[in-house]
């Protein structure tokens, strides 16, 4: 597709006139010695990542000497410039290059086609009912006074209250019964995605209140997940998307299901209340241990062998960030992402830092994931929630099954930057008709 706007000629412009600057800085001042300090600044790259693998894999003294390692490579680096009297050829050049790469991505940005989901008034409901759980997210139901400000807006509040555990999906189809023309639900993903299964087994929208912990999914819905009051808005301006909904197992997820190392930490018991801690204690017999099953999975044509970790999406994630995870621009792509971790060096540890061009990441999208072990059950967890599952465990996405209202207006909403393409750039910035 040909640029047809002016402005996006210029910025591809700015950003070949920036990346050479940057190369012309380094060249000019710091002459012979750019290769010096490229030297260091890789030199430092690649210890910092091995030194965040030991971090990682490790425990006791040798993780301690590790963090002292990431912490004094970065001020090796930094005294090393500053030696050869080039911290400001330095800087100089990183901030071009930054200048390279913002106006490169803007260029590419307007380049790219729209890839915002498309989405419709919602109607006026008569009888919604939002279902609370003032337990989650450390009680913000109460602390942002969810429940009395739905009920000002005509809606119906059940609270999740008692000692025991509530069907929340039992719950959610009575109300149903009895005449809700809307479903939400403030809690975490978890209780998220039960409601969510109800919704759209019937028909029914529903609404999103992030009052957990997390709430992924309310993030890539762009609702505002530090005043989750603001969800409220949508039963008085709100708008319909149509979103895919997961299934793994038989159960529904809005978010993810992961395997392997990660679902082994979800599954502690303290992983609830110390999650840093506990993820730090068991990583290392989870990685360089193989502890736990041994994983094999098919995501359509594409084979993941001996995966460390693997985590299935209900539509893949982004490709921009060091996990090769991140933020899902759409949610009605009718596929899974699978994203497979097999790292076992800290040069493979390094090479995470390229993201999705990574050795140690493996990544696919397709319609089902099956996914096998070399025991019968296996520990899952389902948007982050703990529970077993026997193999194999069939993976599967719903294409638009889901009607989620929105608020018109919403703060969050993400839209993926592009890769840095520098031939595409070169052809923006030097095609001067199209």
């Not at 410039?81 to 200048?99: D, E, I, M, N, P």
């Not at 985590?311 to 996990?323: F, I, Q, R």
Request: aromatic fraction near 4%; charged fraction near 20%.
């Amino acid at each position: 597709m040909e640029p047809t706007m002016r402005g996006q000629r210029w910025l591809a412009r700015a950003s070949l006139a920036s990346a050479a600057a940057a190369v012309l800085v380094l060249g000019v001042f710091a002459g012979l010695k750019t290769f010096a300090l490229l030297g260091v600044g890789l030199a430092g790259l690649a210890i910092t990542a091995a030194a965040v693998w030991w971090i990682l894999s490790r425990r006791g003294l040798p993780r301690i000497l590790a963090a002292l390692l990431a912490l004094i490579t970065p001020i090796w680096v930094l005294v090393e410039f500053t030696q050869a009297r080039l911290t400001w050829v330095v800087l100089a050049s990183g901030g071009l290059w930054l200048l390279a790469a913002g106006t490169g991505r803007a260029a590419l940005a307007r380049h790219a086609a729209p890839d915002q989901m498309p989405e419709q008034p919602a109607a006026t409901f008569v009888h919604p009912v939002l279902i609370m759980n003032p337990r989650s997210g450390g009680g913000k139901v109460h602390r942002f006074a969810l429940d009395e400000r739905a009920g000002a807006l005509g809606a119906e509040v059940v609270l999740l209250e008692g000692p025991g555990e509530t069907d929340v999906a039992a719950l959610a189809r009575k109300c149903a019964a009895e005449g809700a023309d809307l479903l939400g639900v403030a809690g975490g993903d978890g209780t998220q995605a039960l409601v969510a299964e109800v919704a759209a087994a019937l028909d029914l929208p529903f609404l999103v209140i992030p009052a957990g912990t997390r709430n992924h999914f309310a993030l890539d819905l762009g609702l505002d997940r530090e005043d989750p009051s603001k969800a409220l808005d949508a039963l008085r301006d709100g708008v319909e998307l149509r979103v895919d909904l997961g299934r793994a197992g038989g159960r529904p997820f809005v978010n993810n299901v992961s395997f392997g190392a990660y679902a082994e930490v979800v599954q502690s018991p303290a992983y609830r209340d110390g999650k840093t801690r506990t993820t730090l204690g068991l990583l290392p017999d989870l990685l360089v241990g193989h502890r736990g099953a041994r994983l094999t999975a098919r995501a359509g044509e594409h084979d993941f062998t001996d995966p460390q970790a693997l985590l299935v999406s209900n539509n893949p994630y982004g490709t921009n960030d060091v996990a090769g995870l991140g933020r899902r621009t759409r949610l009605d792509g009718g596929t899974l992402g699978c994203v497979g971790v097999h790292v076992t060096s800290a040069a493979q540890a390094a090479g995470l830092l390229r993201g999705a061009q990574s050795a140690g990441l493996t990544r696919a999208a397709a319609a089902s994931v099956v996914v096998d072990a070399d025991q019968e059950e296996i520990p899952v967890g389902i948007d982050g929630e703990a529970v077993r599952l026997r193999v194999p465990v069939h993976c599967e996405v719903r294409p638009g099954v889901l009607r989620v209202v929105v608020p018109r207006l919403r703060p969050g909403t993400y839209r993926e930057r592009p890769r840095l393409d520098w031939r595409l750039i070169s052809r923006l910035g030097l095609t001067s008709r199209h």
